[in-house]
């Protein structure tokens, strides 16, 4: 933890959260939905996409490119599938409804399908496999983002991070939940890096020259101006498997935006051409599957319990102490910060404060006494 950050109870920072979404004039219950998304990624350990998002939103709402209010709407429907539409609405609120649309249709057909098109950032993706793991299911979902990837053989952003997300029940503490981006790291621990003063490991980014940048706080400059992107899993080129990410990224940016009538590509950069903010039109997918429809659920959790165990009990590399099943660290770092509660950087307090003055929120209500934080003026990070 840097020496700069300070430790912040879940709770405490659920409800400060939830009343900014609130102040900014998202109905209580959607609140509820945004605050709990955001949480449950510090919860998890993902820093880069909890409380230290918050001002992203609040940002977005306040200059008009997103509404607080989501007024979701069925486009099309079919007893397994649907297309929704948020009507640029919390892409939280769009994400938990749909996703429980597709499990509600599982249940009767088998398998759920669901899309959203005209939506915004909906947080951690895997939030919503979450969601269908805890109610016997396996969830698979993704959603475009604005242009942060180069193809493979390119040095331009085209694509964004592009989550390819699933979670799947069994019968140890926890699901088994892959969630990661189509990139090899996400914009967010890239500012982390930078706010910590370290430089990204070479292979990440690469430079409109084609060399491998290391420089976070450079990066994250070059990568609004499109003098450099991140690069898919794999890395650059093709040695690597480069291509392989690539085209996984391409892949849930046709199942996000082509099946949602989204934006897609460069047209999610939200800017016009002439530079002024203007809606996201993201896209997402949700999929769920009926494990009941296939297999008796006991005895295919602890199918999923043996194999898991198999791997995890693999002869270990030197040096290394512990081989690891996807959503393991995630549950043992929710039950530490559970019960210590998490680091917030000083950026991170230094955008709480700038909202709380703003919206007139006492932050000695939520325990948190910010004065030696120096805030001047509003800075607009690129969101």
């Given at each position: 933890?840097?020496?700069?950050?300070?430790?912040?109870?879940?709770?405490?920072?659920?409800?400060?959260?939830e009343d900014i979404f609130v102040k900014l004039g998202v109905?209580?219950?959607?609140?509820?939905?945004?605050?709990?998304?955001?949480?449950?990624?510090?919860?998890?350990?993902?820093?880069?996409?909890?409380?230290?998002?918050?001002?992203?939103?609040?940002?977005?709402?306040?200059?008009?490119?997103?509404?607080?209010?989501?007024?979701?709407?069925?486009?099309?429907?079919?007893?397994?599938?649907?297309?929704?539409?948020?009507?640029?609405?919390?892409?939280?609120?769009?994400?938990?409804?749909?996703?429980?649309?597709?499990?509600?249709?599982?249940?009767?057909?088998?398998?759920?399908?669901?899309?959203?098109?005209?939506?915004?950032?909906?947080?951690?993706?895997?939030?919503?496999?979450?969601?269908?793991?805890?109610?016997?299911?396996?969830?698979?979902?993704?959603?475009?983002?604005?242009?942060?990837?180069?193809?493979?053989?390119?040095?331009?952003?085209?694509?964004?991070?592009?989550?390819?997300?699933?979670?799947?029940?069994?019968?140890?503490?926890?699901?088994?939940?892959?969630?990661?981006?189509?990139?090899?790291?996400?914009?967010?621990?890239?500012?982390?890096?930078?706010?910590?003063?370290?430089?990204?490991?070479?292979?990440?980014?690469?430079?409109?020259?084609?060399?491998?940048?290391?420089?976070?706080?450079?990066?994250?400059?070059?990568?609004?101006?499109?003098?450099?992107?991140?690069?898919?899993?794999?890395?650059?080129?093709?040695?690597?498997?480069?291509?392989?990410?690539?085209?996984?990224?391409?892949?849930?940016?046709?199942?996000?935006?082509?099946?949602?009538?989204?934006?897609?590509?460069?047209?999610?950069?939200?800017?016009?051409?002439?530079?002024?903010?203007?809606?996201?039109?993201?896209?997402?997918?949700?999929?769920?599957?009926?494990?009941?429809?296939?297999?008796?659920?006991?005895?295919?959790?602890?199918?999923?319990?043996?194999?898991?165990?198999?791997?995890?009990?693999?002869?270990?590399?030197?040096?290394?102490?512990?081989?690891?099943?996807?959503?393991?660290?995630?549950?043992?770092?929710?039950?530490?910060?559970?019960?210590?509660?998490?680091?917030?950087?000083?950026?991170?307090?230094?955008?709480?404060?700038?909202?709380?003055?703003?919206?007139?929120?006492?932050?000695?209500?939520?325990?948190?006494?910010?004065?030696?934080?120096?805030?001047?003026?509003?800075?607009?990070?690129?969101?």
């Amino acid at each position: 933890m840097s020496e700069d950050s300070t430790i912040v109870q879940l709770d405490t920072m659920r409800r400060l959260m939830e009343d900014i979404f609130v102040k900014l004039g998202v109905p209580k219950e959607d609140a509820k939905i945004c605050a709990d998304v955001l949480i449950t990624s510090d919860r998890r350990g993902i820093d880069s996409h909890g409380c230290a998002r918050l001002y992203m939103y609040y940002i977005r709402i306040k200059r008009g490119q997103q509404l607080p209010k989501t007024n979701l709407t069925i486009e099309q429907e079919m007893p397994s599938t649907a297309r929704l539409s948020a009507n640029n609405g919390m892409g939280q609120v769009a994400a938990t409804k749909a996703m429980q649309m597709a499990i509600d249709k599982a249940k009767k057909t088998g398998i759920g399908m669901v899309t959203v098109g005209q939506s915004n950032h909906f947080g951690i993706a895997g939030y919503y496999a979450l969601m269908a793991a805890n109610q016997d299911m396996i969830g698979i979902c993704g959603t475009n983002a604005r242009p942060a990837i180069a193809p493979t053989w390119s040095v331009e952003p085209k694509l964004g991070t592009n989550p390819l997300t699933i979670g799947v029940p069994t019968d140890w503490e926890f699901p088994w939940i892959a969630d990661h981006a189509t990139s090899i790291v996400q914009r967010g621990k890239i500012e982390i890096y930078a706010r910590e003063g370290r430089d990204v490991v070479p292979g990440w980014v690469i430079d409109e020259n084609g060399n491998a940048a290391t420089d976070a706080n450079q990066i994250l400059q070059d990568l609004l101006d499109k003098k450099a992107a991140l690069t898919p899993l794999g890395g650059i080129g093709e040695d690597t498997g480069g291509h392989k990410g690539y085209n996984y990224a391409t892949l849930v940016e046709i199942l996000s935006a082509t099946l949602s009538k989204a934006n897609f590509l460069s047209a999610t950069i939200g800017l016009d051409k002439d530079g002024n903010s203007i809606p996201y039109n993201l896209g997402h997918f949700f999929i769920a599957i009926n494990i009941s429809a296939f297999i008796n659920l006991k005895e295919f959790k602890k199918t999923i319990g043996q194999l898991l165990r198999e791997l995890s009990s693999s002869k270990l590399a030197p040096d290394s102490d512990y081989v690891y099943v996807a959503g393991e660290k995630e549950h043992i770092a929710e039950r530490k910060r559970g019960r210590n509660g998490f680091p917030i950087s000083k950026e991170t307090q230094k955008q709480i404060k700038i909202m709380a003055n703003d919206l007139n929120l006492n932050l000695v209500k939520y325990n948190m006494d910010l004065k030696s934080i120096e805030i001047g003026d509003e800075v607009d990070t690129g969101w």
